[in-house]
């Protein structure tokens, strides 16, 4: 399923402060609260991450002083946005600068036009714990249809994010999903695996950054947050095992109504099978997931392409 079918840039590009706390949730396994350390980026960092084996994205995080802008903008312009697959721009949703930064998104769109008129684009309003809460859905909704408006003739999608729940990673799986080449036979196959083991749902997660990749389910779900919810409490426990020289492999939650397998599936994903049927004993569910790793691995061994992805 992964094979190679994007060979185009990926820029991110973050406005306001937040972008290194984000960067370094999803893709350096930080929790929120370890974020409070980081300091203000200056200039320009770059470093490479390694996604689903065969994806390497470079991530380009940049400065938000106003004299790094305007280099972007100037003699970094057409090496920046030439060849970009999808733009990522982050809004401080209580940045006291509003105009300043909505100048700097149509600046970059007017480059993204000129370079990379095929990219996707996607808005961040971040920060979005810093809002009352009853007000969040006005907030949100006033600038989505702002950004909307500003991004025409190009297409925008929106999401509220914060580091301190899971909106956070909807967002960047919804973004990440972008990335992955023939993705509908990834889901194929993983319904075809729900359906012949009689799961009621099977979800799919990238090794490094835990984030829900593919899904499929039997049975409707109340809780309509809950991939981002098992990422985070996951990746946390992730963390807290290697604070004890401890690596996290796999685990089994079972009550009176389901149970739940978590388990390294391929060399780059975990897996996670949820069964309601008490008939079927945890030893049957763990030799299904195991004979399936083989059919899934065969489908991640073609060589993918590079990404970058700038950050502001």
């Not at 002083?65 to 920046?80: A, G, L, P, V, W």
């Not at 023939?182 to 835990?210: C, G, H, K, W």
């Not at 780059?268 to 059919?295: C, E, F, G, Q, W």
Request: hydrophobic content about 40%; charged content about 25%; aromatic content about 10%.
């Amino acid at each position: 399923a992964l094979e190679t079918g994007l060979s185009h840039l990926l820029l991110t590009f973050c406005c306001g402060s937040g972008k290194t706390s984000m960067r370094s949730i999803i893709f350096a396994n930080y929790i929120a609260r370890d974020t409070r350390r980081l300091g203000a980026t200056i200039d320009v960092e770059h470093s490479h991450v390694r996604f689903l084996g065969n994806l390497v994205l470079n991530l380009w995080d940049c400065g938000g002083q106003d004299t790094f802008m305007e280099n972007y903008f100037t003699s970094q312009r057409d090496n920046i946005f030439r060849n970009v697959e999808v733009l990522i721009y982050v809004f401080d949703v209580e940045s006291r600068e509003l105009e300043k930064d909505m100048h700097y998104y149509q600046s970059c769109l007017e480059a993204i036009l000129q370079n990379s008129p095929d990219a996707k684009i996607f808005c961040l309003v971040h920060k979005m714990d810093l809002v009352q809460e009853d007000q969040r859905d006005l907030i949100f909704k006033e600038r989505e249809e702002d950004l909307k408006r500003l991004s025409r003739p190009l297409e925008c999608v929106c999401f509220r994010t914060s580091i301190w729940d899971e909106t956070l990673y909807k967002a960047w799986s919804s973004i990440v999903y972008q990335l992955i080449p023939n993705v509908q036979q990834l889901e194929m196959n993983l319904r075809n695996f729900a359906q012949i083991i009689e799961a009621d749902e099977v979800l799919l997660f990238e090794r490094a950054t835990f984030l829900v990749i593919s899904h499929y389910q039997c049975k409707e779900q109340r809780d309509v947050h809950r991939f981002e919810k098992i990422s985070n409490i996951i990746k946390q426990f992730k963390l807290s095992c290697s604070k004890l020289a401890a690596s996290f492999q796999s685990m089994e939650v079972r009550n009176s109504n389901f149970a739940a397998f978590i388990d390294i599936f391929t060399s780059n994903t975990y897996v996670m099978v949820v069964m309601s049927d008490p008939s079927i004993p945890s030893a049957a569910t763990l030799i299904n997931i195991r004979n399936a790793r083989k059919h899934f691995e065969k489908l991640e061994r073609v060589d993918g392409p590079k990404h970058s992805l700038l950050m502001r």
